[in-house]
Antibody
Framework: EVQLVESGGGLVQPGGSLRLSCAAS????????MDWVRQAPGKGLEWVGR??????????EYATSMKGRVIISRDDSKNSLYLQMNSLKMEDTAVYFC?????????????WGQGTLVSVSS | DIQMTQSPSSLSAFVGDRVTIACRAS??????LAWYQQKSGKAPKRLIYSASILQDGVPSRFSGSGSGTEFTLTISSLQPEDFATYYCVQHNNYPVTFGGGTKVEIK
């Protein structure tokens, strides 16, 4: 059974930093792209980005609004995905989801974690 | 960035109604589009991928169509468990972009 479990969310002050983690199980992690998607309270879904896969020449891709403030990485030896967020703003308050990208013809998101809440407030 | 415009942003319908949600891409995305259902407080669930392929386990009353820039999600006979928010998302080009969502409510 595919499982994605996010952790690391919490309350942080504006300008602060936070690192989120996603632990994956139930599938071959290195075979899949893995992304972060976020959702502000009462708002829609927003893609955050996709990290470089080890051994591939793909670049790390980020949402335009997140470039320069976040670093996404992965450790295939630990079946884990990470999101380092810096210079946090109140508008970064959101639930952050770890998502698996399908590798069977469609590159859509086939599995989602339950999400971890990040609250940016003074 | 490719803009995904969903319409309507909300709708009210009766159980048994046929419901159609539209999604328009600002440029051609072939069939690189998926539809998701999200219920309050839960993670989204994939309904349709590659514009028209039904996810395993999803009831056949859901269907998707379209290619290029115009796409639709249809629920042929709305059921009580279908009241939720629906999102389209394109993965043809970076950055991946979502539509704004359509909230389906009970009339």
């Amino acid at each position: 059974e595919v499982q994605l479990v996010e952790s690391g969310g919490g309350l942080v002050q504006p300008g602060g930093s936070l690192r989120l983690s996603c632990a994956a199980s139930g599938f071959t992690f290195s075979d899949h792209f893995m992304d972060w998607v976020r959702q502000a309270p009462g708002k829609g879904l927003e893609w955050v980005g996709r990290p470089r896969n080890k051994g591939r020449s793909d670049t790390t891709e980020y949402a335009t609004s997140m470039k320069g403030r976040v670093i996404i990485s992965r450790d295939d030896s630990k079946n884990s995905l990470y999101l380092q967020m810096n210079s946090l703003k109140m508008e970064d308050t959101a639930v952050y989801f770890c998502v698996r990208v399908s590798n069977s013809g469609s590159y859509s998101f086939d599995y989602w974690g339950q999400g971890t809440l990040v609250s940016v407030s003074s | 960035d490719i803009q995904m415009t969903q319409s309507p942003s909300s709708l009210s319908a009766f159980v048994g109604d046929r419901v159609t949600i539209a999604c328009r891409a600002s440029q051609g995305i072939r069939n690189d589009l998926a539809w998701y259902q999200q219920k309050s407080g839960k993670a989204p669930k994939r309904l349709i991928y590659s514009a028209s392929i039904l996810q395993d386990g999803v009831p056949s009353r859901f269907s998707g169509s379209g290619s290029g820039t115009e796409f639709t999600l249809t629920i042929s006979s709305l059921q009580p468990e279908d009241f939720a928010t629906y999102y389209c998302v394109q993965h043809n080009n970076y950055p991946v972009t979502f539509g704004g969502g359509t909230k389906v409510e009970i009339k």
